[in-house]
């Protein structure tokens, strides 16, 4: 049953909600995907910091933006994109790239993922990106169907150095960002 939402740009006070998701997220998501101790160790104040920072430095920037989803006025889900960190990616033409995007779970399957991932990417056409990638656990097929179900190709392959987090990632990537934001609401 799809709900009302709200997509609506983060600021600075959001920063506590945001973490609240990020956290709730991974133990629902990540659980049998990453080692325990990881998920664990993550909290809402260390993120709370962390996406203080986050949000100051892309408003300093102008070069990316978080975006968040409100229901019935409590965030269930955000997005970020920014510019790319990977060279070889940016290279190629995906000069943006999606930093986060998590949703509570009872906010899956709604169309809140889509519509976040369509606000970056409309707003990262906006400041003159034409294409973005985004880095997905190997292993997270939902989040690997949402991308390929919207039109993303599998574009690279990378293993973790850290023996901590012995996990694998896959980018996906879109070249026209002008088709991701048609193709977002499927």
């Not at 606000?119 to 003159?128: D, F, M, P, Q, V």
Request: negative net charge.
């Amino acid at each position: 049953m799809t709900q009302n939402f709200e997509i609506r740009p983060a600021v600075l006070r959001d920063a506590t909600a945001i973490a609240e998701v990020q956290v709730s997220s991974w133990k629902t998501t990540y659980k049998g995907i990453v080692p325990d101790g990881l998920i664990e160790r993550m909290t809402v104040p260390e993120r709370t910091g962390g996406w203080t920072r986050i949000l100051t430095a892309l408003e300093e920037s102008g070069q990316g933006k978080v975006f968040l989803c409100e229901t019935g006025g409590e965030v269930v889900g955000f997005a970020s994109f920014g510019l790319q960190r990977d060279n070889t990616l940016e290279d190629r033409g995906f000069t943006s790239e999606l930093t986060a995007i998590y949703l509570l779970e009872t906010a899956q399957r709604q169309g809140i993922g889509s519509a976040l991932l369509q606000a970056c990417a409309s707003e990262a056409l906006g400041l003159g990106h034409e294409g973005m990638s985004v880095w997905v656990l190997e292993q997270n097929l939902g989040a690997r169907g949402f991308y390929e179900a919207r039109g993303g190709e599998s574009l690279a392959a990378q293993g973790s150095d850290d023996r901590n987090a012995p996990v694998d990632e896959v980018a996906y990537g879109w070249r026209d960002l002008s088709s991701l934001i048609s193709t977002a609401a499927l």
